[in-house]
């Protein structure tokens, strides 16, 4: 599951009508991104509590893409957005509603845990997934790999613990 719930109960609304094309919009305007990047730019953006899924992310790409807001380059299997004329027209005509919504993620994220450290942690977490889904973390991992994986985790937790820096 993308995204921890807090507070009990059950999920709440991250973004009206329409704001989620905007934040994606933005982030292709400040530069060129694939889908991958949008995610960590997001999670970032919510100090790491949100990671939107990929099943969410892409089909917003796409629909930028067919709405002529931006345009796509493919290297390597990997598709790039970048943003159009037409994307930059109407990232300025919605101005006023980015804002507020930057406004309102900056606020959400305030007293909270520093957002790099939520990055790092959210990064680790989808690095693990990557892998596992991708098949990499299997039973048919060799016992040196699965060894050489536990040390680091295990290192980084009792550094975490420690406070000290890992070796």
């Known amino acids: ?41 997001i999670e970032a953006q919510f100090g790491g509590e949100y990671s939107p899924s990929p099943g969410v992310i892409y089909p917003t790409l796409t629909l930028l893409e067919e709405m002529g807001l931006a ?13 159009t004329e037409a994307g930059r027209a109407e990232l300025s005509s919605e101005a006023a509603a980015l804002a507020a919504l ?4 900056a606020a959400r994220r305030a007293g909270g845990p520093p957002a790099p450290l939520l990055r790092a942690m959210e990064n680790l977490r989808l690095a693990l997934r990557l892998r596992m889904a ?27 613990e420690s406070g000290e820096t890992p070796a």
């Not at 345009?71 to 943003?83: D, H, I, P």
């Open 1 to 41: 599951m993308h995204g921890p719930h807090r507070g009990g109960g059950g999920r709440r609304r991250r973004f009206d009508q329409g704001e989620l094309r905007l934040l994606v919009l933005s982030l292709i305007a400040e530069q060129p991104r694939h889908g991958y990047d949008v995610i960590r730019a």
């Open 71 to 83: 345009s796509v380059t493919e290297a390597e299997g990997r598709k790039t957005y970048a943003l």
């Open 102 to 105: 930057r406004q309102r993620l």
């Open 134 to 160: 991708q098949g990499e973390l299997s039973g048919a991992l060799p016992e040196t790999e699965v060894a050489r994986l536990v040390a680091l985790l295990d290192a980084a937790a009792r550094a975490v």
